[in-house]
């Protein structure tokens, strides 16, 4: 398994990657016109200057989307060490499945020193299970600049993209994410909202 050193506003954040390239969910979100992923920031990085990290982050989701050994995940779970203490899950990618969940979940619960933070648009693979308390699960709006009030259930956070500033105020305004956390501390505001980029 890949852990990623991430940079920019993730600088000193780790991750956990897969690659949208390969994953046929992503395919799919990528042709509906007026979503964040007809503009995939993430695609548009492999396909320019992170392509030597494509076969790494497809062989991550090849793993991770089967059931793993207890042993196996303790061993990949050990070896996370951000500086910041904050692990993120899906920086670049997205669930493939529900045995993808299950894997990341049971990952955070390994490193209750650790906090955590799983973006998806997958609800429906979340549905159902018991997030660990150092996880922040946060519901990834896949419409721009369709604005929550608050999370759906069973999630913590919400995150919104808006292409036009005066749509909302954004409250994610590319400062550093191990300064700010909000979107990795349960607790402050539930709705996130971010300008496309």
């Known amino acids: 398994m890949k852990i990623s050193h991430m940079t920019g506003k993730l600088?000193?954040?780790?991750?956990?990657?897969?690659?949208p390239l390969d994953n046929?969910?992503?395919?799919?979100?990528?042709?509906?016109?007026?979503?964040?992923?007809?503009?995939?920031?993430?695609v548009k990085m492999l396909e320019a200057c992170r392509q030597k990290c494509r076969p790494?982050?497809?062989?991550?989701?090849?793993?991770?989307?089967?059931?793993?050994?207890?042993?196996?995940?303790?061993?990949?779970?050990?070896?996370?060490?951000?500086?910041?203490?904050?692990?993120?899950?899906?920086?670049?990618?997205?669930?493939?499945?529900?045995?993808?969940?299950?894997?990341?979940?049971?990952m955070a619960r390994m490193r209750l020193d650790l906090g955590?933070?799983?973006w998806t648009k997958r609800a429906d693979l979340v549905r159902g299970l018991v997030c660990p308390a150092n996880l922040s699960l946060v519901f990834s709006e896949e419409e721009t600049n369709k604005l929550h009030t608050g999370p759906p259930a069973g999630f913590d956070k919400v995150f919104c993209v808006i292409s036009d500033p005066s749509v909302a105020e954004s409250?994610?305004?590319r400062k550093n994410c191990a300064d700010c956390?909000?979107?990795?501390?349960?607790s402050g505001p539930r709705v996130i909202i971010e300008v496309l980029k």
Not at 11 to 17: D, E, H, K
Not at 56 to 74: H, T
Not at 92 to 97: A, V
């Open 56 to 106: 790494a982050w497809k062989a991550n989701g090849a793993l991770l989307s089967r059931p793993l050994g207890r042993d196996y995940l303790q061993y990949w779970a050990g070896g996370l060490r951000p500086a910041s203490g904050l692990v993120r899950f899906n920086g670049h990618g997205e669930l493939i499945n529900r045995d993808h969940a299950k894997n990341l979940f049971s």
């Open 24 to 42: 046929d969910f992503c395919k799919k979100q990528r042709k509906k016109k007026g979503t964040v992923c007809a503009s995939c920031f993430s």
């Open 171 to 173: 409250n994610c305004d």
């Open 11 to 19: 600088s000193g954040v780790v991750a956990i990657n897969t690659s």
């Open 116 to 118: 955590f933070a799983l």
């Open 181 to 186: 956390r909000i979107c990795y501390d349960k």
